[in-house]
């Protein structure tokens, strides 16, 4: 059974910085294309981050270019996500999603992982 956990949210001041981890078991985690997503209340959950199996190919929303990146030890099954330089409107329960990739693809549709965490809140104040 596939499992996804996801921590190291919280609450930082803008212009801050955090750090996120996502913890998979049930897996061979280098067997899978990772991905980041976000959603604030009201909102549909949209895309963040992606990264291939071997860190190979990543892809960052235009709007976390340059202040977030995403990062895996495929080794602890882990992936991260380091925020920084955080603003208000970063402020969203942050979801790690894994889909099984035989190659070096990224994936950035919410449709195209059928493995979700649970999320971790981030809330950013100013």
């Known amino acids: 059974q596939v499992q996804l956990v996801e921590s190291g949210g919280g609450l930082v001041q803008a212009g801050g910085s955090l750090r996120l981890s996502c913890a998979a078991s049930g897996l061979t985690f280098s067997s899978y294309a990772m991905g980041w997503f976000r959603q604030a209340p009201g909102k549909e959950r949209e895309f963040v981050a992606a990264l291939s199996r071997y860190s190979g190919r990543s892809y960052l929303a235009d709007s976390v270019k340059g202040r977030f990146t995403t990062s895996r030890d495929n080794a602890k099954s882990t992936l991260y996500l380091q925020m920084n330089s955080l603003k208000p409107e970063d402020t969203a329960v942050y979801y790690c999603?894994?889909?099984?990739?035989?190659?070096?693809?990224?994936?950035?549709?919410?449709?195209?992982?059928?493995?979700w965490g649970q999320g971790t809140q981030v809330t950013v104040s100013s």
């Open positions: 999603a894994a889909r099984w990739d035989t190659g070096a693809s990224i994936y950035y549709k919410r449709d195209d992982y059928p493995y």
